[in-house]
């Protein structure tokens, strides 16, 4: 890219989103990397990557639960470097919910991370991201279509977080594209077994499980190669989603 253009990645510390970070870092991205408590991770990536490319990484502290903060917060990540050309929606929260003992901090938990704070943070980082005809991008779940039994919450939030890509690629076209990726089985969540991790693989049509580069190398292609999609989901999960 001659321009480096800059991502801010909502808890990008762990997981899915410190690969992703990396690799959009590799192809020239500057990075803003967010993170609520894991501040000692975010520096570390931060300082990683800044050892190879100079003033090319910050970091950015905010609860996402806090969505008054959010113009501010865009303000501070619009001024690292005087853009912002692609917001990636990946903070997540993923838990268990009983049907019946549900409570209500677990529904605004859920609910905030998932689909609440994607939203606000669209809406304020929008007229920047509009300068630069730039992208939104969410990490949903192939359980937005097919409920993850136990998940209710979880998966409703979820299926609300791809409407939202939908409806905000048809409110913020044709300056912004606004599209998703739903992942399958890619990291494993602490509940399952062995045995649940040989059925799910069971289940996808290429027999193994995804890595979290898979999902990086889709955010890569939706934000520099596809220019003419928008309002997407783009599924990564070994054809599984088609397997009853």
Same mark, same amino acid.
């Given at each position: 890219?001659?321009?480096? /253009?800059?991502?801010?990645? =909502?808890?990008?510390?762990?997981? !899915?989103?410190?690969?992703?970070?990396?690799?959009?870092?590799?192809?020239?991205?500057? @990075? !803003?990397?967010?993170?609520?408590?894991?501040?000692?991770?975010?520096?570390?990536?931060?300082?990683?990557?800044?050892?190879?490319?100079?003033?090319?990484?910050?970091?950015?502290?905010?609860?996402?639960?806090?969505?008054?903060?959010?113009? =501010?917060?865009?303000?501070?990540?619009?001024?690292?470097?005087?853009?912002?050309?692609?917001?990636?929606?990946?903070?997540?929260?993923?838990?268990?919910?009983?049907?019946?003992? @549900?409570?209500?901090?677990?529904?605004?938990?859920?609910?905030?991370?998932?689909?609440?704070?994607?939203?606000?943070?669209?809406?304020?980082?929008? #007229?920047?991201?509009?300068?630069?005809?730039?992208?939104?991008?969410? @990490?949903?779940?192939?359980?937005?279509?097919?409920?993850?039994?136990?998940?209710? !919450?979880?998966?409703?939030?979820?299926?609300?977080? !791809?409407?939202?890509?939908?409806?905000?690629?048809?409110?913020?076209? #044709?300056?912004?594209?606004?599209?998703?990726?739903?992942?399958?089985?890619?990291?494993? #969540?602490?509940?399952?077994?062995?045995?649940?991790?040989? /059925?799910?693989?069971?289940? =996808?049509?290429? /027999?193994?499980?995804?890595? #979290?580069?898979?999902?990086?190398?889709?955010?890569?292609?939706?934000?520099?190669?596809?220019?003419?999609?928008?309002?997407?989901?783009?599924?990564?999960?070994?054809?599984?989603?088609?397997?009853?």
């Amino acid at each position: 890219m001659d321009i480096e /253009k800059v991502v801010l990645i =909502t808890g990008a510390a762990h997981r !899915v989103g410190a690969v992703t970070t990396r690799i959009l870092h590799q192809h020239g991205y500057n @990075i !803003v990397i967010h993170y609520r408590g894991s501040a000692d991770a975010a520096l570390e990536l931060a300082k990683e990557l800044n050892a190879i490319r100079t003033n090319s990484v910050q970091t950015i502290q905010a609860d996402l639960h806090d969505t008054k903060q959010f113009n =501010t917060l865009i303000e501070q990540v619009v001024n690292f470097w005087g853009r912002l050309d692609v917001l990636l929606n990946n903070a997540s929260s993923f838990y268990e919910t009983a049907f019946g003992q @549900i409570t209500e901090a677990q529904w605004d938990d859920l609910i905030g991370t998932n689909m609440k704070a994607p939203f606000f943070l669209s809406q304020a980082a929008a #007229p920047h991201i509009k300068k630069h005809h730039g992208n939104i991008v969410s @990490i949903v779940d192939i359980h937005a279509e097919r409920p993850l039994k136990g998940f209710p !919450v979880y998966s409703m939030a979820k299926a609300g977080l !791809v409407m939202l890509t939908k409806a905000l690629a048809g409110e913020l076209g #044709p300056e912004i594209r606004v599209n998703a990726v739903a992942p399958g089985a890619i990291l494993w #969540p602490e509940h399952i077994n062995d045995e649940g991790k040989l /059925k799910i693989i069971s289940r =996808t049509f290429l /027999k193994r499980k995804g890595e #979290p580069e898979d999902i990086a190398k889709a955010i890569l292609y939706l934000i520099g190669e596809a220019d003419y999609m928008t309002g997407q989901v783009l599924t990564v999960d070994g054809g599984r989603s088609l397997n009853s």
